[in-house]
């Protein structure tokens, strides 16, 4: 089983940065594949990003890439989020899927609690 706990989110002007942490506890971390979703008021929550058990392999929705940068250590995984803007604004999720390679949200079988991350304009 997987513990997941997310840090870093805020409030930020567009254009700006942050970068969101995830830490995972539990010793199968490594055998996961980690992604992140976000959930703005009144939609679905949906994929932002994902990686590999080996972080050699990555994926990204559309809206985000050459924006957005996920990776992973040991025992968290990050998402950089550069030149920010006001549709970013959601809260963030990081989750954990024994699939190899998946952005369905039911193929994750572990959450964190969410992180808030709100760009103004």
């Known amino acids: 089983q997987v513990q997941l706990v997310e840090s870093g989110g805020g409030l930020v002007q567009a254009g700006g940065s942050l970068r969101l942490s995830c830490a995972a506890s539990?010793?199968?971390?490594?055998?996961?594949?980690m992604g992140w979703f976000r959930q703005a008021p009144g939609k679905e929550r949906e994929f932002v990003a994902g990686?590999?058990?080996?972080?050699?392999s990555t994926d990204y929705t559309d809206s985000v890439k050459g924006r957005f940068t996920i990776s992973r250590d040991n025992a968290k995984v990050y998402l950089q989020m550069n030149s920010l803007k006001p549709e970013d604004t959601a809260v963030y999720y990081c989750?954990?899927?024994?699939?190899?390679?998946?952005?369905?949200?039911?193929?994750?079988?572990?959450w964190g609690q969410g992180t808030q991350v709100t760009v103004s304009s």
């Open positions: 539990g010793r199968t971390f490594f055998l996961y594949r």
């Open positions: 990686i590999d058990r080996s972080a050699g």
């Open positions: 989750a954990a899927s024994g699939s190899i390679s998946t952005r369905r949200r039911n193929d994750y079988d572990y």
